[in-house]
C-alpha cells in the first residue's frame, strides 16, 4: 500500500523516494531517523548559526558599542556596508566549491572560518578595526548558498520549494533572534557586574564562537553528502535508481530498518542505526511531471559553462529579484535598530526596546519565507515555471510598494506613530521574506546540474544588493523616511524589469 498523501509532500513522516534521483519527494520534518531529515535540519541550523553570529554586532552597535568606540553615525554606516562586502564575494566563489566539493564540506569549512574573527570581536578598540573584524565576519553569511544546496540535492521538485524556504526561512531568522540573544546577554553582564566594555566583547565569547563550532562539528559527523553516499557518488544515483522497483514498495514495520537509497537493506554494515522510518519508492509512471531536475546533476564549473550560465538571461530572473529582496532584508536587519532609536529615543525608549522591536523583522522569517516557498510549490503543481515567476514578481512589487508607503508615512509626519511604524514593517517583511522563500523554489530550476553555482550567483546578488540598500540608508538623514522610499522604487523598478525574462513554459 503506498501513501498518496505523501508523494504531495504532505508527510511529516515519512520518506518518500523518487526512483529516477533518489530525492525525497516529500519533507518529513519530525523524523531525525532518516538522511533527509538530519541533513535538512543541520541545514537550517548552520545557516541560522550562521546568521546570528554575522548580525551579532547590529542590536549592540546603536548604543553599546557606538558609544565604547567612540563611533559616528557614518562610521557605523559605513560598517554596515562592509559586513555585506565580504559575504558578496563568499557567496560566489562558494558556488563552484559546492559543485566541486558538496555543500556539507563547504558548510562546515565557512562555519570553522567564521568562527576566527567572531572570536576576534573582542578585541576591537578603534573604527578601523570595527571594519577589519566585521569583513571577515561577513564570511558567514556565505552559508547561505551551501545551505540552499544541501537542501535541493536531498529534496525532489515537488517539495524542494518549500525545503527551500524552510531551511532559508529558519536560517535567516538566526537575525531577528540574535537581538534577543545579545541584548539580553549584555544586559545580564551588566547586571552581573561587568562594565560595558567588556559586557559586549564577552557576549561574542559566550554565544557566537561556541554555537559556530559545535553546529560545524556536527555537520561533518552527522551530515551526508547526497542521497547516494558520498559526493563523488553523485553520477552513480541515476543508474542506481534504473534498477528500482517498477512497483512501490514499503518496508514492513517488522524490519524497522531505513535502507538508505543505492544500499542494501540486509548488509547491517550500512543499516546507519536509523530504525522506524518507512521508506516507499513510487514508480516512474506516478509522477505527472516531467522535469529536467530529476536527471540534475551537479557538474564541475568550467570557464565555457561558467560563460554560457552567465550569458543565459533565466539566470538572472531569480538574481536580480533577490537583489530587490533579499538586499533589502539585509539591509533592514542591519539598519532598522539604529532608524528606531533615532525616530524614538527617549528615557522610556532606549537600545533594548529598539533592538526588540527590530528582532521582529528577521524572526518573521521563521513562517513568512516557508510559506513563500510553499506557495511556490503550489503554483508549480498547476502552473509550473512561470507560476513560480509571477508569484515572485508580485511578491517583490508589493515589498516595493509597502516600503514606499512606510517612507512617505515616516516623512510627512513629525512624530510618526510607532505602532504604524512597526504594523507597515511586519507587513513589509513579510512580503518581502515570502518573495525570498518564492525565489529559491525557482532557482532549481534554473541551470539546475550547476546549482551550486547558480545559488551562489543568486545569493550573491542578494548581498550585492544589501550593500546597495546600506548603502541608501547610509547617506539619508533622519528621519530616514526618504531611504525607504527610494528603496521602494528600486525594488519595483527591478521586478518590472525582470517580468520580460521569460522562462521554460513546459515543466521543467
Known amino acids: 500500500m503506498t501513501a498518496p498523501s505523501a508523494s504531495r509532500g504532505v508527510n511529516l513522516w515519512e520518506v518518500v523516494i523518487n526512483p529516477t534521483n533518489l530525492k525525497s519527494k516529500t519533507l518529513p520534518l519530525v523524523s531525525l531517523r532518516n538522511q533527509y531529515s538530519i541533513n535538512f535540519h543541520l541545514a537550517w541550523l548552520a545557516f541560522f548559526s550562521a546568521f546570528l553570529s554575522w548580525f551579532?554586532?547590529?542590536?549592540?552597535?546603536p548604543d553599546a558599542i557606538k558609544q565604547d568606540l567612540k563611533l559616528t553615525p557614518a562610521q557605523i554606516g559605513n560598517s554596515n556596508v562592509v559586513a555585506l562586502c565580504a559575504t558578496l564575494l563568499v557567496r560566489v566563489l562558494a558556488g563552484p566549491l559546492i559543485d566541486q566539493y558538496g555543500p556539507r564540506k563547504v558548510m562546515?569549512?565557512?562555519?570553522?572560518?567564521?568562527?576566527?574573527?567572531?572570536?576576534?570581536a573582542g578585541t576591537v578598540y578603534t573604527a578601523n578595526g570595527l571594519y577589519v573584524i566585521r569583513f571577515f565576519i561577513g564570511i558567514l553569511g556565505g552559508t547561505f548558498v551551501p545551505c540552499q544546496a544541501w537542501t535541493t540535492v536531498f529534496?525532489?521538485?515537488?517539495?524542494v520549494g518549500t525545503a527551500n524556504a524552510l531551511a532559508g526561512g529558519w536560517g535567516n531568522a538566526g537575525g531577528g533572534v540574535t537581538f534577543a540573544v545579545m541584548i539580553a546577554l549584555y544586559n545580564g553582564l551588566l547586571s552581573s557586574g561587568f562594565?560595558?566594555?567588556v559586557a559586549w566583547r564577552?557576549?561574542?565569547?559566550?554565544?557566537?564562537?561556541?554555537?559556530l563550532l559545535l553546529v560545524a562539528t556536527s555537520v561533518m559527523v552527522f551530515g551526508t553528502d547526497h542521497p547516494a553516499g558520498k559526493w563523488s557518488d553523485r553520477h552513480k544515483a541515476i543508474g542506481r535508481a534504473s534498477n528500482s522497483p517498477s512497483k512501490s514498495e514499503r518496508l514492513s514495520e517488522d524490519e524497522r530498518v531505513l535502507a538508505r537509497p543505492g544500499e542494501s537493506k540486509d548488509d547491517p554494515e550500512k543499516k546507519g542505526g536509523?530504525?522506524?522510518?518507512?521508506?516507499?519508492?513510487?514508480?516512474?509512471?506516478?509522477?505527472n511531471m516531467v522535469s529536467e531536475l530529476d536527471y540534475a546533476v551537479n557538474e564541475p564549473l568550467t570557464l565555457e559553462l561558467a560563460l554560457k550560465i552567465i550569458s543565459t538571461p533565466l539566470t538572472w530572473l531569480p538574481a536580480l529579484a533577490y537583489f530587490a529582496t533579499f538586499g533589502y532584508e539585509l539591509a533592514i536587519d542591519a539598519n532598522l535598530a539604529n532608524v528606531l532609536l533615532s525616530l524614538y529615543q527617549s528615557k522610556t525608549f532606549g537600545q533594548t526596546k529598539a533592538g526588540y522591536i527590530a528582532s521582529i523583522f528577521g524572526l518573521l522569517n521563521i513562517f513568512a519565507r516557508p510559506l513563500g516557498g510553499h506557495f511556490g510549490d503550489l503554483v508549480y503543481r498547476k502552473w509550473g515555471v512561470p507560476g513560480k515567476k509571477y508569484l515572485l514578481i508580485f511578491f517583490g512589487v508589493s515589498q516595493g510598494l509597502l516600503s514606499l508607503g512606510l517612507g512617505i508615512y515616516i516623512d510627512s509626519h513629525h512624530h510618526p506613530s510607532l505602532a504604524v511604524v512597526v504594523v507597515l514593517l511586519i507587513v513589509l517583511a513579510m512580503a518581502s521574506e515570502a518573495a525570498n522563500g518564492v525565489n529559491f523554489s525557482l532557482v532549481p530550476h534554473c541551470n539546475p546540474c550547476s546549482n551550486g553555482f547558480m545559488s551562489g550567483i543568486v545569493g550573491g546578488m542578494g548581498n550585492f544588493g544589501?550593500?546597495?540598500y546600506a548603502m541608501v540608508f547610509r547617506f539619508q538623514p533622519v528621519p530616514v523616511g526618504k531611504a525607504f522610499w527610494i528603496s521602494g522604487i528600486i525594488a519595483m523598478a527591478i521586478n518590472i524589469l525582470i517580468s520580460v525574462i521569460r522562462v521554460p513554459l513546459r515543466l521543467v
Request: no cysteine.
Open 155 to 159: 529534496f525532489d521538485k515537488n517539495v
Open 274 to 287: 536509523l530504525a522506524d522510518v518507512h521508506v516507499t519508492l513510487p514508480p516512474l509512471e506516478d509522477s
Open 56 to 61: 551579532a554586532f547590529a542590536p549592540l552597535i
Open 466 to 468: 544589501g550593500i546597495v
Open 202 to 211: 564577552v557576549a561574542f565569547a559566550i554565544v557566537p564562537v561556541p554555537l
Open 108 to 120: 562546515a569549512g565557512l562555519l570553522f572560518l567564521g568562527a576566527i574573527p567572531s572570536g576576534l
Open 195 to 197: 562594565a560595558s566594555k
